[in-house]
C-alpha cells in the first residue's frame, strides 16, 4: 500500500501491476504462513509473565515494529523502482519487475524475523524450522518462474534481470 500510495503522490508510474501484487501475496503468504505455524516456540516461553488479558494484539511495542518493519521494506522497493526508471534502463516494465522482484525477496526474507517476537534471527537461528527454510524455498522458485518462463513474463508483464539489476535488487 506504501509504495502505490507514495508513487502516486509523486506522480510516479505505477510500480506494481495488480496481477503481480496478487502473486506477490500468493507467493509471500501462503507457504511461508503455512510453515511460520509450525514453527516451534520461544524454549524460554514459559520463563516470561502472562500477557495480561486486556493488553490488545499489537501491545508491548508490536505495532512500532510492524510499521517500521514495512516502512524499510515500502521505502526501499521505491527507491528499488525509481533508480532503475530513472538512472537504470529507463524500461517501466523493468523497474516494475525489479520492484516487484524486490518486494517479494524482502518479504521472504523477513519472514525469518517473524519466528519469534522477543529474540533476533541469529538469536533463533536459521535451521529451527526446516518447514520454512523449504517454503521460502519454493516461494522464492515459483517468483523465478514468473521471471524466467518465457510463458509466463507476458502474464505478469516481466523481464529477466540482469546480474547488476539483481545486486540492486
Not at 500468493?26 to 514453527?39: E, K, Q, R
Not at 516461494?139 to 505478469?156: E, K, Q
Request: charged share 15%.
Amino acid at each position: 500500500v506504501l509504495i502505490m500510495l507514495l508513487a502516486t503522490i509523486a506522480g510516479l508510474p505505477l510500480p506494481l501491476l495488480p496481477i503481480q501484487i496478487l502473486w506477490m501475496n500468493l507467493v509471500t503468504d501462503g507457504l511461508p504462513a503455512i510453515a511460520l505455524s509450525v514453527d516451534p516456540g520461544d524454549p524460554d516461553i514459559m520463563d516470561r509473565r502472562p500477557r495480561t488479558p486486556k493488553e490488545g494484539v499489537f501491545a508491548r511495542g508490536l505495532h512500532l515494529r510492524i510499521a517500521s518493519q514495512g516502512l524499510l521494506i515500502g521505502l526501499s522497493t521505491l527507491i528499488v523502482f525509481v533508480l532503475e526508471l530513472y538512472l537504470g534502463s529507463g524500461s517501466l516494465e523493468c523497474a516494475r519487475t525489479m520492484a516487484f522482484t524486490a518486494l517479494v525477496i524482502s518479504q521472504l526474507l523477513f519472514v525469518f524475523q517473524c519466528r519469534s517476537e522477543e529474540h533476533r534471527i541469529w538469536e533463533v537461528g536459521l535451521f529451527g524450522n526446516l518447514w520454512l527454510l523449504g517454503a521460502v524455498a519454493v516461494s522464492t522458485l515459483m517468483h523465478l518462474g514468473v521471471l524466467y518462463v518465457s510463458t509466463l513474463r507476458p502474464i505478469f508483464r516481466t523481464v529477466p534481470l540482469s546480474l547488476g539489476q539483481w545486486a540492486l535488487v
